[in-house]
């Protein structure tokens, strides 16, 4: 069975900072392409970052140079950093596993006010 659990969300204020966590079981990380996906009330869900399985990493524009995606292989781990948080960075946070399938985390509250 393959879970992926996050965890590391919470409020902070404008200007704070933030790191996510998801420990995945069932299913090898690095062998998939790994994200971060994010949605806030009445949004669709839209991508934060996405590590491929070569090693690139590409980053939605809004959060280009706040936020950093790294990985852990050994403890089969991705990581969120974010830093100088914004109020429209408040949203549920979803790590993503695709591969021959696609896997979801149950997502985590990041709400960012003052």
């Known amino acids: 069975q393959v879970q992926l659990v996050e965890s590391g969300g919470g409020l902070v204020q404008p200007g704070g900072s933030l790191r996510l966590s998801c420990v995945a079981s069932?299913?090898?990380?690095?062998?998939?392409?790994m994200g971060w996906y994010r949605q806030a009330p009445g949004k669709q869900r839209e991508v934060v970052a996405v590590?491929?399985?070569?090693?690139?990493?590409n980053y939605a524009d809004s959060v280009k140079g706040r936020f950093t995606f790294s990985r852990d292989d050994a403890k089969n781990t991705m990581y969120l950093r974010m830093n100088n948080l914004k109020p429209e960075d408040t949203a549920v946070y979803y790590c993503?596993?695709?591969?021959?399938?696609?896997?979801w985390g149950q997502g985590t509250q990041v709400t960012v006010s003052s």
């Open positions: 993503n596993a695709a591969g021959a399938r696609n896997y």
């Open positions: 069932g299913i090898i990380l690095r062998t998939n392409v």
């Open positions: 590590i491929f399985s070569g090693g690139s990493t």
